[in-house]
T-cell receptor
């Protein structure tokens, strides 16, 4: 796997603002993408997913955008709340198999 | 309905020892995957079990082995522990091996090798 340092990219936002977390994925043939939220000391929690034949998918307060041309994935969180503070990971899968490859993660901090 | 459960939650082992971690998948899930997450990094795929066989494997040495039982529960075994094996070990379950089915993670087992 890739080697990543201990210093995660960070994003700090004010409570109530919208957040955008970005992810560059590695394989142009990846067919499925997932966003996970991981709070300190806990396992990753599923947020939202998107297949490669889509470019946008919306959930409750979250939207995922997929740009296959530049291999870019983003997670938008509307009206960010303190409970959204966590590390967010994007993950990709290939060949319709669900063994996931994770990105390095982004730490989101929400200021009250 | 219990989610994915893992045991133990924390353990400390000495370099050279062996460790076994356990996982019970979410009810209705027959596929179990194991991931290693070092501090400050994303999870790294170790291997996946389905129908009691290893189906996929990531870039991990043979010191890492596993097993799946008929009730779909799974074990991860690591032999000849190294300091670098210290990490959070995550178990994930899903209904089948195909992408598109939501994959649920357990809370993990924290392994410290001293």
């Amino acid at each position: 796997g890739e080697s990543v340092g201990l210093h995660l990219p960070t994003l700090s936002v004010q409570e109530g603002d919208n957040s955008i977390i970005n992810c560059a994925y590695s394989n142009s043939a990846s067919d499925y993408f997932i966003w996970y939220k991981q709070e300190s000391g806990k396992g990753p929690q599923f947020i939202i997913d998107i297949r490669s034949n889509m470019d946008k998918r919306q959930g409750q307060r979250v939207t995922v955008l997929l740009n296959k041309t530049v291999k870019h994935l983003s997670l938008q969180i509307a009206a960010t709340q303190p409970g959204d503070s966590a590390v967010y990971f994007c993950a990709e899968t290939l060949n319709n198999n669900n063994d996931m490859r994770f990105g390095a993660g982004t730490r989101l901090t929400v200021k009250p | 309905d219990a989610g994915v459960t893992q045991s133990p939650t924390h353990l400390i082992k000495t370099r050279g020892q062996q460790v076994t971690l356990r996982c019970s998948p979410k009810s209705g899930h027959d596929t179990v995957s194991w991931y290693q997450q070092a501090l400050g990094q994303g999870p790294q795929f170790i291997f996946q079990y389905y129908e009691e066989e290893e189906r996929q494997r990531g870039n991990f040495p043979d010191r890492f082995s596993g097993h799946q039982y008929p009730n779909y529960s799974s074990e991860l075994n690591v032999n000849a522990l190294l300091l670098g094996d210290s990490a959070l070990y995550l178990c994930a379950s899903s209904p089948g091996t195909r992408s598109g089915n939501t994959i649920y993670f357990g809370e993990g087992s924290w392994l410290t090798v001293v």
